[in-house]
């Protein structure tokens, strides 16, 4: 079965940094995009950031100069490094991971358990 891990999560002081990290493991074949989401209490799950195997990123409005998102494609882990951080940034952040676990299967998406950002002063 493929996991995704998440670590990195925490309550912030409004200004601070977070380096949020996201580990697959278990049998996964491939993966190509890699992002980040999150989910503010009663809202829709929203993108943060994603990142191609390439390297190539995109980031929604919000975060856009205060976060950062990279990928090691050796450890099949993505990084989110958050700077700047703000009261609205608060929520659950979830990993993702579009892969499959064998030639035979179907591309889909795979998703963290969620790590808690709390920035409050």
């Known amino acids: 079965q493929v996991q995704l891990v998440e670590s990195g999560g925490g309550l912030v002081q409004p200004g601070g940094s977070l380096r949020l990290s996201c580990a697959a493991s278990g049998r996964i074949l491939f993966i190509n995009t890699m992002g980040w989401f999150r989910q503010h209490p009663g809202k829709e799950r929203e993108l943060v950031a994603t990142i191609t195997r390439g390297g190539s990123t995109n980031y929604v409005d919000s975060v856009k100069g205060r976060f950062s998102i990279s990928r090691d494609n050796a450890k099949n882990t993505v990084y989110l490094q958050m700077n700047i951080l703000k009261p609205e940034d608060t929520a659950v952040y979830f990993c993702?991971?579009?892969?499959?676990?064998?030639?035979?299967?179907?591309?889909?998406?795979?998703w963290g358990q969620g790590t808690q950002v709390t920035v409050s002063s």
């Open positions: 993702n991971a579009n892969g499959r676990s064998s030639i035979y299967d179907a591309w889909r998406d795979y």
